[in-house]
């Protein structure tokens, strides 16, 4: 048991620091300045520390289940500890964006800042590196389809009418969804191998049951929410009258859900598993649009306030940018440090303008 516990010291970690956030919560939005920041930042953390439990549990079930399974977990296992987040933080001060803003800044992580970077150090150390290219090909066929109903057609929706298709766009990506888990997982799995699983080193020598390392990740997303309901007041807090970006939130959402992604797939890069890394990025902003943003619609159809998913004139122009860079990379089924250069220079634009407040 003691074991057990040293290896989970993260999360109990964090429950002391949800213990310490709720008792300093009142004094903080009082006095603010450093007490406010200070309690932010060790949220944060804590949120990030549990993320990344999160993930190494989702790793050890990949590696046991292996290629496709294995990547599907850990996407699945980001992706729920996004979803939670956003529910959470939608509940707070008013954001019609927020949703929106963290699909467009997880998409951006995962193709221009995940791959673009794992390209990089895969081609610095391997010369190109192989992957299937079937697996891109139908990842980007979906993700055109995905984030064309999702967040392009909303755009010429009227007000009037947002309540019927926000139901159709839910049932929609709930199809595709499952259409694709099944072709990824049986009749086309082959698509998404590569002659290599996960990193074995993730796999735990003390052989505890499957069933141990899923509560754990349940619990641990539970825990996720409670901490997300007080980064949710310290947040509005600190970004009143601040003159932040108005999107912070959305990226800290994304980079949250992405943290454990980037280290995978940067090792797999580094051991010459691309097709690891493909599965991962593509994947992830995958199931992020096909999985975020039927919740948020169901969400909002629930409470019935439109939330608007329908992208800015720059959002949308960075998508088209990122996705005819990525079907023009990924065309060959070999990736190299060149091609990961022109998605991480993507990356940075996309850092830039946030930073400078226009997305």
């Given at each position: 048991m003691?074991?057990?516990?040293?290896?989970?010291?993260?999360i109990l970690i964090a429950?002391?620091?949800?213990?310490?956030?709720?008792?300093l919560e009142h004094a903080a939005l009082e006095h603010g300045g450093l007490l406010l920041w200070g309690l932010l930042g060790l949220i944060l953390a804590a949120i990030m520390g549990v993320a990344l439990r999160i993930s190494h549990h989702?790793?050890?079930?990949?590696?046991?289940?292996?290629?496709?399974?294995g990547t599907l977990i850990l996407t699945l296992a980001a992706v729920s500890v996004e979803v939670v987040i956003l529910v959470v933080l939608l509940q707070g001060a008013p954001n019609p964006t927020l949703a929106r803003d963290t699909v467009f800044a997880a998409v951006m992580l995962d193709i221009n800042g995940i791959l673009g970077l794992a390209a990089i150090v895969g081609g610095l150390k391997h010369g190109s590196t192989p992957y299937n290219l079937d697996s891109a090909n139908s990842f980007i066929a979906m993700l055109l389809v995905a984030i064309g109903i999702g967040m392009f057609i909303p755009d010429f929706v009227p007000d009037s009418q947002w309540q019927a298709y926000s139901a159709f766009s839910v049932g929609a990506m709930a199809l595709m969804y499952m259409g694709f888990l099944r072709l990824q997982t049986v009749e086309h799995r082959t698509?998404?191998?590569?002659?290599?699983?996960?990193?074995?080193?993730?796999?735990?020598?003390?052989?505890?049951?499957?069933?141990?390392?899923?509560a754990i990740?349940?619990?641990?997303?539970?825990?996720?929410?409670?901490?997300?309901?007080?980064?949710?007041?310290?947040?509005?807090a600190g970004l009143a009258g601040s003159g932040l970006p108005k999107s912070i939130p959305a990226v800290l959402v994304a980079l949250i859900s992405a943290s454990p992604e980037i280290l995978t797939a940067l090792r797999a890069a580094q051991a010459n598993r691309m097709?690891?890394?493909?599965n991962i990025a593509?994947?992830?902003?995958?199931?992020?649009?096909?999985?975020?943003?039927?919740?948020?619609?169901?969400?909002a159809l629930f409470s019935g306030e439109r939330i608007v998913m329908a992208l800015t004139p720059m959002q949308g122009g960075m998508l088209l940018l990122t996705l005819l860079a990525v079907m023009n990379n990924l065309h060959d089924g070999e990736t190299n440090a060149i091609e990961g250069i022109s998605h991480f220079a993507l990356f940075a634009a996309f850092v830039a303008l946030v930073m400078l407040g226009l997305l």
């Open positions: 003691s074991k057990y516990l040293r290896h989970e010291l993260p429950l002391a620091v949800l213990g310490a956030g709720l008792f989702a790793e050890v079930l990949a590696v046991r289940l292996g290629e496709p399974y698509f998404f191998e590569h002659d290599a699983g996960l990193d074995e080193e993730a796999h735990d020598t003390g052989h505890s049951p499957n069933g141990l390392h899923v990740m349940l619990g641990a997303i539970v825990l996720v929410g409670l901490l997300s309901e007080v980064l949710s007041v310290l947040l509005d097709q690891t890394t493909v593509l994947g992830a902003s995958l199931a992020t649009v096909l999985l975020t943003l039927p919740v948020i619609e169901g969400w």
